[in-house]
T-cell receptor, first 113, second 114 residues
Framework: NAGVTQTPKFQVLKTGQSMTLQCAQD?????MYWYRQDPGMGLRLIYY???????DKGEVPNGYNVSRLNKREFSLRLESAAPSQTSVYFC????????????FGEGSRLTVL | AQSVSQHNHHVILSEAASLELGCNYS??????LFWYVQYPGQHLQLLLK??????LVKGIKGFEAEFIKSKFSFNLRKPSVQWSDTAEYFC????????????FGGGTRVLVKP
C-alpha cells in the first residue's frame, strides 16, 4: 500500500522556469492538499481539493495553480518560479469526514536559484 | 481564522528526561486537535489526535496530550524520552466548521542526546 506518492523528490529550477509537482493517493480519499514547509513556519496550506472536481485556495496560493485530475491525482504547478518558492512541498489526502486526519507524502524539495 | 502557536522552537534533552511541548490555538468553536511528528528525512506521521471525550489522549510511542478547553491548549508529553524521539513535532488544529483543513503550528525541533 503506497499511500501518498509525490514526484519528483528533488528539483532545482532557475527563476522564471515552470514545473509541476505530481501527487497520487491510493486510499480512495476524497480530499487532497498541497502544503509547503518552511523553517519556523510549520506547514502552510497552498491549495486543497475537497472532492474531485473542486479546488480552493489555502493560506498561500499566490504563484501556484493546481489541477485535480481525478480522484487519485492532484498536481501543483509553478508557472514562473521565484526564489521565495524554495521550500519543501508536501501533498496530503484525507477522508471527507469530521476527523480531518491527513496522510502525507514524503515531500518534494524544490530549490529556485 | 484559526491559528496555532507552539511556544518552543527548539528543545534539547537528555535520554530519560521528561518532555512537554506547548500548543495553543485560537478558535472559539469546536475543534479537532492533532500532534504530528516528522523524523529526520521522513514525512509527517500522526502521533495522536483528539476529537471528543476524554481530554487526555494517548498516542503511539508513549506520547500523550491533554486538551484543556479553557486554556485553548493541547500540550504534548512523554515521561521519559529516547534518542529515537529526536524529531520535529507539529501541533495542528481543524476547526470543524472549516471543513477538512488543518492549520499547523510552527513546529518544535526536539533533540534527544544519548
Amino acid at each position: 500500500n503506497a499511500g501518498v506518492t509525490q514526484t519528483p523528490k528533488f528539483q532545482v529550477l532557475k527563476t522564471g522556469q515552470s514545473m509541476t509537482l505530481q501527487c497520487a493517493q491510493d486510499m480512495n480519499h476524497n480530499s487532497m492538499y498541497w502544503y509547503r514547509q518552511d523553517p519556523g513556519m510549520g506547514l502552510r496550506l497552498i491549495y486543497y481539493s475537497a472532492s474531485e472536481g473542486t479546488t480552493d485556495k489555502g493560506e498561500v496560493p499566490n504563484g501556484y495553480n493546481v489541477s485535480r485530475l481525478n480522484k487519485r491525482e492532484f498536481s501543483l504547478r509553478l508557472e514562473s518560479a521565484a526564489p521565495s518558492q524554495t521550500s519543501v512541498y508536501f501533498c496530503a489526502s484525507s477522508e471527507w469526514d469530521r476527523s480531518g486526519e491527513l496522510f502525507f507524502g514524503e515531500g518534494s524539495r524544490l530549490t529556485v536559484l | 481564522a484559526q491559528s496555532v502557536s507552539q511556544h518552543n522552537h527548539h528543545v534539547i534533552l537528555s535520554e530519560a528526561a521528561s518532555l512537554e511541548l506547548g500548543c495553543n490555538y485560537s478558535y472559539g468553536g469546536t475543534v479537532n486537535l492533532f500532534w504530528y511528528v516528522q523524523y529526520p528525512g521522513q514525512h509527517l506521521q500522526l502521533l495522536l489526535k483528539y476529537f471528543s471525550g476524554d481530554p487526555l489522549v494517548k498516542g503511539i510511542k508513549g506520547f500523550e496530550a491533554e486538551f484543556i478547553k479553557s486554556k485553548f491548549s493541547f500540550n504534548l508529553r512523554k515521561p521519559s524520552v529516547q534518542w529515537s524521539d529526536t524529531a520535529e513535532y507539529f501541533c495542528a488544529v481543524n476547526a470543524r466548521a472549516a471543513g477538512n483543513k488543518l492549520t499547523f503550528g510552527g513546529g518544535t525541533r526536539v533533540l534527544v542526546k544519548p
